[in-house]
C-alpha cells in the first residue's frame, strides 16, 4: 500500500515535536514535507530546534527521529500541497486561521489548533467519542468549495473531560459538571510558561481556557442532526489552573446526573466502552481507552503518562457524590500532547482514513 503523503505545520513547536515522534515509522502516513514560520524556515530541522544558546530544545522524550533531522523547514508558502494527502497543523493558534483555511482549500487539515472549532459546519473531534460528527466535514468541503476540510481536536482540557462523560452522559444521563484543572506546563506551549512564574507555584488563571472547556464539551457531546450539530444538554462550570507538571493534564470533576450512579456502576459502563472502542486496533490506539482505578492513590502524572503511550485516559478516585440527589466525583488524567493533541490527532486521521474520508 501506498502511504499517505503528509507535511507537519508547526514542527518545531511543543505539539509539532510531538507529531514528529507520533510519525516515526507511521504505517500508513509518511513525512514528506515540514513547515514553521520565518524563524525557522530555511533551516534543518535539527538546527531550527536548537534554542539560542545552541541545545537542542527537545520537547519530547527519546530520541529524535533519523527521518526528520536533515529535512529542511519551509515557509507555509513554499510547501507544495499538490504533493500531499493530508496536513497535519500545530500552528500557533493566532496564525493557524489564514495558514489552515489556504492549506483546506487544496488537501484536508487536522488541527490541534482552536482557528476553527466554533463554526457551525466544524466538528471537534475526539476519535473513539464523536465519529459520527465527521461526516460534517463533507458539508463543509461542499459549502466553502474547498478539496479539503479541516478537522481540529478539542482543546487538550476538553478532551479527558468529555472522554470520561461521554459514557456517563449515555447511560445515566449527565446534566451538570464542576471541574477544576491542574494543567501541565506544557500545555501553554514552548514558550508559554515562565519558569519564575511556576516554580513552586499555582496559577489560577488561564487566559480563554474555561470558555473554551464549555463550549467544546458541549459541541463533542451533541449530536449531529440533519446536517448540523445540537449542542448537549449539559451544563459545564470548571476553573483552569496550571501546575508545575511538566506533561499532562489532572482534572477533578463533579457530576450531576439525572439517573441513579455510583462508582461501580460507572466502572462496569467505562469497562463496557472499552469493549466497544470504535478505534479499538487503529495503530495509535492504545490497547484501552480508560483505565479505571480503585487505589486512592491513582491517577498521578508521573504515572499515568505513560500508560498506553500516553493514549489512555485515567479515572480514579470515583466516589458518589453527596452534594446531589444523583452524582459522582472522580479524578482523570490526560495526556496533553499525546491523545489531548499530536498523537490525537494522528489517531483522528487514521479513523478519518478508514472512513474513506483521506
Ligand atoms: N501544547 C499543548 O499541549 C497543546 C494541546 C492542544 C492544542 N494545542 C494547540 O496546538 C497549537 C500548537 O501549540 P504548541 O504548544 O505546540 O505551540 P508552540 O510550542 O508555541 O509552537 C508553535 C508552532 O507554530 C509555529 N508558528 C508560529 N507562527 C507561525 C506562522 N506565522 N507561520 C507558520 N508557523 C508558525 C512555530 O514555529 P517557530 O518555531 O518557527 O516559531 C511553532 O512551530 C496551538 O494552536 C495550541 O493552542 C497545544
Known amino acids: 500500500m501506498d502511504k499517505k503523503r503528509v ?131 463533507d458539508v463543509q468541503k461542499k459549502n466553502r468549495n474547498w478539496k479539503g476540510w479541516v478537522a481540529p481536536l478539542p482543546n487538550c482540557t476538553t478532551t479527558g473531560l468529555a472522554i470520561t462523560l461521554k459514557p456517563l452522559l449515555e447511560k445515566y444521563g449527565a446534566k451538570k459538571v464542576m471541574m477544576t484543572s491542574m494543567q501541565a506546563i506544557s500545555g501553554g506551549g514552548k514558550s508559554g510558561v515562565s519558569a519564575m512564574g511556576i516554580t513552586d507555584n499555582i496559577l489560577p488563571y488561564i487566559p480563554k481556557e474555561e470558555g473554551k472547556v464549555r463550549i467544546e464539551t458541549r459541541k463533542i457531546l451533541g449530536k449531529l442532526v440533519d446536517g448540523k450539530i445540537v449542542d448537549a444538554d449539559i451544563r459545564v462550570s470548571c476553573t483552569c489552573t496550571r501546575v508545575p507538571v511538566i506533561d499532562g493534564h489532572t482534572e477533578s470533576v463533579f457530576v450531576e446526573t439525572s439517573q441513579k450512579i455510583d462508582p461501580l456502576m460507572a466502572k462496569e459502563t467505562y469497562n463496557q466502552y472499552n469493549l466497544n472502542s470504535s478505534v479499538t486496533g487503529l495503530p495509535s490506539a492504545p490497547a484501552q481507552y480508560y483505565a479505571f482505578h480503585e487505589d486512592p492513590t491513582r491517577p498521578q502524572p508521573r504515572m499515568e503518562r505513560t500508560v498506553g503511550d500516553g493514549m489512555t485516559t485515567t479515572i480514579g478516585r470515583v466516589e458518589t457524590e453527596e452534594l446531589f440527589e444523583n452524582g459522582l466525583k472522580y479524578m482523570l488524567f490526560s495526556h496533553n500532547k499525546k491523545m489531548g493533541s499530536a498523537k490525537g490527532a494522528v489517531l483522528l486521521a487514521e479513523m478519518l482514513y478508514k472512513k474513506g474520508k483521506i
Open 7 to 137: 507535511a507537519i505545520i508547526g514542527v518545531t513547536g511543543s505539539v509539532g515535536q510531538e507529531f514528529v515522534q507520533s510519525l516515526n515509522n507511521h504505517p500508513w502516513f509518511e513525512v514528506t514535507q515540514i513547515a514553521a514560520s520565518e524563524r525557522s524556515a530555511g533551516k534543518k530541522y535539527l538546527d531550527a530546534i536548537r534554542d539560542p544558546s545552541g541545545i537542542v530544545a527537545w520537547d519530547v522524550g527519546g530520541e529524535i527521529p533519523e527521518y526528520i533531522k536533515e529535512m529542511t523547514v519551509k515557509r507555509i508558502d513554499e510547501l507544495d500541497v499538490s504533493q500531499l494527502d493530508l496536513v497535519f497543523s500545530a500552528v500557533e493558534s493566532e496564525a493557524a486561521r489564514a495558514i489552515e483555511t489556504k492549506m483546506a482549500a487544496d488537501v484536508p487539515v487536522v488541527s490541534t489548533s482552536s482557528a476553527y472549532r466554533y463554526e457551525e459546519v466544524v466538528p471537534i473531534l475526539i476519535p473513539g467519542i464523536n465519529d459520527e460528527q465527521s461526516d460534517l466535514l
